[in-house]
């Protein structure tokens, strides 16, 4: 059993900066691929990026790409999806997943499937004002 909470969501002006972060207990010491996931409302759950379980590729959506960075602090069992720049279309609930699969999978295809995930945290508001 793995459990993810994620912080570090607020409200924050276009063109500005945030780092939320995806703390996982219960499983520690294992590696895991992480996804990040967003849905804004009325829209259904996107695929932000992702980072893998070696932690050596990370993907990332068209839409975040050269503006969202994932990282991976496993002594912390932390992973963190630093934004720069950000939109008023970014504004979204986001959610941190962790996949047990053990290895790397080749291509973004696999990451960006919900159902790749087992275990899911609870959401951090994210708020972008123009």
């Known amino acids: 059993q793995v459990q993810l909470v994620e912080s570090g969501g607020g409200l924050v002006q276009a063109g500005g900066s945030l780092r939320l972060s995806c703390v996982a207990s219960?499983?520690?010491?294992?590696?895991?691929?992480v996804g990040w996931f967003r849905q804004a409302p009325g829209k259904e759950r996107e695929f932000v990026g992702a980072?893998?379980?070696?932690?050596?590729?990370?993907y990332y959506a068209d839409s975040v790409k050269g503006r969202f960075t994932i990282s991976s602090d496993n002594a912390k069992n932390t992973n963190y999806l630093q934004m720069n720049s950000l939109k008023p279309e970014d504004t979204a609930v986001y959610y941190c997943?962790?996949?047990?699969?053990?290895?790397?999978?080749?291509?973004?295809?696999?990451?960006?499937?919900?159902?790749?995930?087992?275990?899911w945290g609870q959401g951090t508001q994210v708020t972008v004002s123009s």
């Open positions: 980072i893998t379980w070696s932690g050596t590729n990370t």
């Open positions: 219960g499983r520690t010491g294992s590696n895991y691929a």
């Open positions: 997943a962790a996949d047990l699969a053990v290895g790397d999978y080749d291509g973004i295809s696999y990451y960006l499937r919900p159902f790749t995930y087992d275990y």
